[in-house]
């Protein structure tokens, strides 16, 4: 069965620090990796894929790695904003079905 | 843009009712999916769909039952809700199932069964 952990659980930095978030997973054997935002009490926006023939994926001030050997993606977002704060959230797909991590709550202080 | 909505966003019911919760994709995606997220548990599977009256089990299917009657509508049923089925139930939809193929969500139910 695929587990996914995301290290550390919380973050609190100061705006303009930049954010490194970390994924692992038990089984290399995936179709691709999401990483998710969730703001408080709503739904999932999905914000970076990689296939699992790809290493990385970019997207504005986002940049996602994948490393299927190791069982290991890590999310950077450059120059964090306020407007950063959320929970993210990585997910693994084998088949039809994503296994997500618990997420990292990320804190950007003004 | 890809749409998913889910009929209620909060929802109290009382135990032993029977439960509907229904989503509505409206970018013809093939794959529907109901998870529910609780604290410390993260997201969860219960059940999903890859075409219509075709139904597979999640992670969690017990006390769950699912309904794919027409391509963009999924239903999650409680047949007979209980306290420990209180939790947020987020509906997703996928295009296909390749490995380019996205997952997109709804904005969520909160269910409290007292």
């Known amino acids: 069965k695929q587990e996914v952990t995301q290290i550390p659980a919380a973050l609190s930095v100061p705006e303009g620090e930049n954010l490194v978030l970390n994924c692992s997973f038990t089984?290399?054997?995936?179709?691709?990796l999401q990483w998710f935002r969730q703001d408080p009490g709503k739904g999932l926006t999905s914000l970076l894929l990689i296939q699992s023939s790809q290493r990385e994926q970019t997207s504005g001030r986002l940049n996602a790695s994948l490393d299927k050997s190791s069982g290991r993606s890590t999310l950077y977002i450059a120059a964090s904003q306020p407007g950063d704060s959320a929970t993210y959230l990585c997910?693994?797909?084998?088949?039809?079905?994503?296994?997500f991590g618990a997420g990292t709550t990320v804190t950007v202080r003004a | 843009d890809v749409k998913v909505t889910q009929s209620s966003r909060y929802l109290v019911k009382r135990t032993g009712e029977k439960v509907f919760l229904e989503c509505v994709q409206d970018?013809?995606?093939?794959?529907m999916f109901w998870y529910r997220q609780d604290p410390g548990l993260g997201l969860r599977l219960i059940y999903f769909s890859y075409d219509v009256k075709m139904k597979e089990k999640g992670d969690i299917p017990e006390g769950y039952s699912v309904s794919r009657e027409k391509k963009e509508r999924f239903s999650l049923i409680l047949e007979s809700a209980s306290t420990n089925q209180t939790s947020m139930y987020l509906c997703a939809s996928s295009l296909g199932a390749r490995p380019s193929d996205t997952q997109y969500f709804g904005p969520g139910t909160r269910l409290t069964v007292l």
């Open positions: 089984d290399s054997a995936i179709y691709n």
């Open positions: 997910a693994v797909r084998d088949d039809y079905k994503l296994s």
């Open positions: 970018m013809d995606h093939e794959n």
